[in-house]
Each structure stands twice: as structure tokens, then as C-alpha cells.
């Protein structure tokens, strides 16, 4: 037997350690990886199968593949188009409502005053109180009967008599989006005002030195260290508002004359009303595919910026 004999099987032991060496990190991450896929890809995947099929829940006869079918419905759907203007409404002021105010709490909040500590914890309040229960209690305070937000509005001159904001097809989703402004200001708030807070106070100091004034601090130092932050918040929160249907369903139920019905709220109508799951996760996948083309335009317009700057 000679050398060459003895050292073969050398090789495939060193290829064998050379592999285990590199998919170790992997598998101390599998135990992570395996619980994601089973709680979001398993069911993300089902779902947007549903799209393809004929589901409806109660129907035994169901369940066929239709392919596109569902999708050209959703196209020629009066009320897939409402629900989307209504969407965009009802995101956007609530976004600019939410990131203006809460920007503004957070400047108010970042200066040093007694009871600081005592004045944030009650600021940040709504964030813990739970949405469901927050649509209760407004869709209450617009009730002209034991409410009082109709009677400040009609004496404002905001309305002629005092009536029910939700009950107006016209000025509907604004009840649904004070509660939402209401509800998310907080979330605004404490992120900027911890981005606000990792601000080193020399550059401030230098730049009061230098002659510059408050507005020119905010434009030159606070704004472009909040950028990053502010497109990060921007972008969760129009994701997580464009999805939220449960201050919709609590307060008005999508009515009246469908005025307020959202995409979310459609996508619940459909899916738990009317027990459609196949035309629901059409309406889903749809949603899906919109929101993740607005993160991914987010996400190169925040990189362009970065790399002009």
C-alpha cells in the first residue's frame, strides 16, 4: 500500500469539514428561520392560493381552480375602486395628520420642563389603549345622543345642528380618521423624540454660536438627523394604517352607503360577511402587491438621497 493510498481518504473529510464550517451559521439560525416560514410564509402562500380558487366557506361544492377569474372581478368592481380612493384618503391624512403632530409633541417634549417624565407618559396613553376600544369610545363621542363632539362642532359652526359625523356620507371617514390621528400621534412621537435625543447638544451650541437661528437649527441639524428616522416611521405606519380595518368595522362598518369602506374593511366584509375567501384573498393579494410596490419606492427614493447627499 503506498503513501498516496493512505492520504486519500483525506479529502473528502477535509471537503466534509470545509462544508459544516460553512453552513453552521445557518443552522443556528434554522430554528428561527423554520418558525418564520411556518407563521408568515406557510400562511401567505395559502392565502394568495385562495385567489385562484372558487372558496366560499359555506358552499361544499366549492373550491375549484378559476385562475385569473377573481382578479378580473376585482377590476370591474365599482366597489374595489371606492374602497381604494377611500384608501388613499383615509392613509394619507392619517400619515400627515399623525407624523405633523407627533413631530410637533416630540420638539415640545424634548425641551426640559417640570413634570416632563409625568407629561409623557400621559401623551403616550392612547398608544396603550387598544384600537377596538378606541373606536368604541369615539364612535360614542360623535353620538349626538350621550356624546359630545356634536354639539362643540355645531357650536364651532361646523355644522348647522348637532348630528352624528358618522352617519353623513359625505363627512363619514373623518370620524374613523380623527380616531386614527388620535391613536397613532404617540407612536410618532416616541420614535422622534428618541431620534431627537441621540442629537449631540455641541452642535447645537456651536451653531447658536455661529449666529443661527432656531429655525436654521431645525432646518440645518435637527431635520437631516431625523431624515432616516422619519422615512423609517413614514413607511411602517402607512403599511400598518392602509391594512388597519378595525376602528372602520367598530365605528362605521364600512357605511354609510359604503362612504368609508376601505380596502381592509372590504377584504373583511368579503371574507367574514359575505364568507367569499377566494374573492377576499384576490382583494388581499392586490393590496399586497400595492403596498409593496410603495415600500420599494420608499425604500430607492431614501437610497437616492443618501447618495446625493
Not at 411602517?236 to 372602520?248: F, G, P, Q, Y
Request: glycine share 6%.
Amino acid at each position: 500500500m503506498t503513501a498516496l493510498d493512505l492520504g486519500a481518504p483525506a479529502a473528502p473529510r477535509l471537503t466534509l469539514r470545509r462544508f459544516a464550517l460553512a453552513a453552521e451559521p445557518y443552522l443556528y439560525c434554522a430554528p428561527a428561520l423554520i418558525l418564520i416560514a411556518a407563521i408568515m410564509l406557510v400562511p401567505l402562500v395559502l392565502g394568495l392560493s385562495y385567489a385562484f380558487r372558487d372558496l366560499v366557506l359555506l358552499d361544499p361544492a366549492s373550491g375549484d381552480f378559476i385562475g385569473f377569474t377573481h382578479f378580473v372581478e376585482v377590476w370591474q368592481d365599482d366597489n374595489f375602486w371606492n374602497a381604494l380612493r377611500n384608501t388613499l384618503v383615509w392613509t394619507v391624512v392619517a400619515v400627515g395628520l399623525q407624523f405633523g403632530l407627533g413631530l410637533v409633541l416630540a420638539l415640545l417634549l424634548n425641551q426640559p420642563c417640570p413634570g416632563r417624565g409625568i407629561i409623557q407618559a400621559l401623551v403616550f396613553l392612547p398608544w396603550a389603549v387598544p384600537s377596538f376600544l378606541s373606536g368604541l369610545n369615539w364612535a360614542w363621542m360623535f353620538n349626538p345622543v350621550i356624546g359630545p363632539l356634536p354639539y362643540v362642532f355645531h357650536w364651532l359652526g361646523l355644522t348647522d345642528r348637532p348630528e352624528n359625523l358618522l352617519s353623513d356620507p359625505a363627512h363619514a371617514l373623518w370620524g374613523p380618521i380623527i380616531a386614527m390621528v388620535w391613536w397613532g400621534i404617540p407612536f410618532f412621537a416616541i420614535t422622534l423624540l428618541a431620534a431627537l435625543q441621540s442629537i449631540p447638544k455641541d452642535i447645537f451650541e456651536a451653531a447658536a454660536l455661529d449666529g443661527a437661528g432656531a429655525i436654521e437649527r431645525f432646518r440645518s441639524i435637527t431635520l437631516p438627523f431625523l431624515a432616516p428616522t422619519m422615512a423609517i416611521t413614514v413607511l411602517l405606519r402607512t403599511v400598518w394604517i392602509a391594512n388597519s380595518a378595525d376602528l372602520i368595522v367598530v365605528m362605521t362598518h364600512g357605511g354609510p352607503a359604503d362612504s368609508t369602506q376601505i380596502l381592509a374593511s372590504y377584504i373583511f366584509t368579503q371574507a367574514f360577511q359575505r364568507l367569499d375567501f377566494g374573492y377576499a384573498s384576490a382583494l388581499a393579494a392586490v393590496l399586497l402587491v400595492l403596498l409593496l410596490g410603495y415600500a420599494m419606492a420608499i425604500v430607492l427614493l431614501r437610497q437616492t438621497l443618501l447618495s446625493r447627499s
